[in-house]
């Protein structure tokens, strides 16, 4: 069993940076690949980011490339979510999600789930 707990939200300008953060209650944490995802009222849950186990392989949406980095510390069981030059179309709650094997953009194919943290982007 996987607790994910998400931190980080807020309320932001355009242009401005968030740094949301996802701590995992597992003692087998080093093991999962972990994923960032977000969902718009009205819209279907988009992937965000993801990350390996060893954190030696990423891979983004295209909608946030050059403009999100996601990284995680296994020694303190953390994933992290930059987001830097954010825009009004960001604005969702953000979940962080965990599955063993590797990355896959697919959300259904994620067996743990946080309960999501706001993003509020205002022009």
């Known amino acids: 069993q996987v607790q994910l707990v998400e931190s980080g939200g807020g309320l932001v300008q355009a242009g401005g940076s968030l740094r949301l953060s996802c701590a995992a209650s597992?003692?087998?944490?080093?093991?999962?690949?972990m994923g960032w995802f977000r969902q718009a009222p009205g819209k279907e849950r988009e992937f965000v980011a993801g990350?390996?186990?060893?954190?030696?392989?990423?891979n983004y949406g295209d909608s946030v490339k050059g403009r999100f980095t996601i990284s995680r510390d296994n020694a303190k069981n953390m994933v992290y979510l930059q987001m830097n030059n954010l825009k009004p179309e960001d604005t969702a709650v953000y979940y962080c999600?965990?599955?063993?094997?590797?990355?896959?953009?697919?959300?259904?194919?994620?067996?743990?789930w946080g309960q999501g943290t706001q993003v509020t982007v205002s022009s």
């Open positions: 990350i390996n186990w060893t954190g030696a392989r990423t």
């Open positions: 999600a965990a599955k063993s094997v590797d990355v896959t953009v697919v959300a259904a194919l994620y067996r743990y």
């Open positions: 597992a003692r087998t944490f080093s093991s999962f690949a």
